[in-house]
């Protein structure tokens, strides 16, 4: 398994190698091929026509590691611009959200 460091320095060749308009159009494309894989899953479950399938779970799976990848591409490419300060944010924004419906639960 990869480290970190290891990561870094491959998204700091890819865009050495083939720029950062191209790191942002690969991103795109990524997170458009799992929005197709997560539909395609939910309809699959919806119409009941899942039946464990496999490959639709493997597809899920591969797009969701792609658009993992290119995210933590772009954290790097910004991180000093404050990503990891404004997830921070947005994550206690989250965990308010999810504990104002727990306590409107127990009312």
Known sequence: MMTEQERLEVYKKATEL?????????????MGELIVAINKFKRKMLYKE?????KIIENLVEEIADVS???????YFYK???VEEMIDKKMQKF???IKKMEEEGRE
Not at 18 to 30: F, I, N, S
Not at 69 to 75: G, T
């Open 95 to 97: 965990q308010g959200q």
């Open 80 to 82: 000093d611009y404050g």
């Open 69 to 75: 990848i290119c995210l933590e591409q772009m954290r």
């Open 18 to 30: 083939w720029g950062l308009v191209a790191q942002y159009d690969q991103c795109v494309e990524e």
């Open 50 to 54: 899942y039946k464990g399938d496999p």
